[in-house]
């Protein structure tokens, strides 16, 4: 069984950086695929970064350019760098991994990003 764990979520001056971490357990093979997502209240998640079947990553246009997603396998581990944060950005962040047609999602990590 896998299961997710987010952390480095916090409170934050727009402008300035985060980094989101996502530790894994289980079992995780070499291709599985990571994805970040982030929700607002009342709102629907949405994804800001997905690894694709070849490995690339995607990005949503509202955060291309400010966040990079990154992973160390070996240490089942996955990274959201947020840099020149914004209000808007303001959510709850999910990773996400799909493995064998499985779908897991950790528990969420609150950014608030003020003025």
């Known amino acids: 069984q896998v299961q997710l764990v987010e952390s480095g979520g916090g409170l934050v001056q727009a402008g300035e950086s985060l980094r989101l971490s996502c530790a894994a357990s289980g079992t995780i093979f070499s291709n599985s695929r990571v994805a970040w997502y982030r929700q607002t209240p009342g709102q629907q998640r949405v994804w800001v970064a997905i690894?694709?079947?070849?490995?690339?990553?995607n990005y949503a246009d509202s955060v291309k350019g400010r966040f990079t997603a990154s992973r160390d396998i070996s240490k089942n581990m996955a990274f959201l760098q947020m840099n020149n944060l914004k209000p808007e950005d303001t959510a709850v962040y999910y990773c996400?991994?799909?493995?064998?047609?499985?779908?897991?999602w950790g528990q969420g990590t609150q950014v608030t990003v003020s003025t």
């Open positions: 690894q694709t079947g070849g490995g690339a990553i």
């Open positions: 996400r991994l799909i493995q064998d047609d499985s779908v897991y």
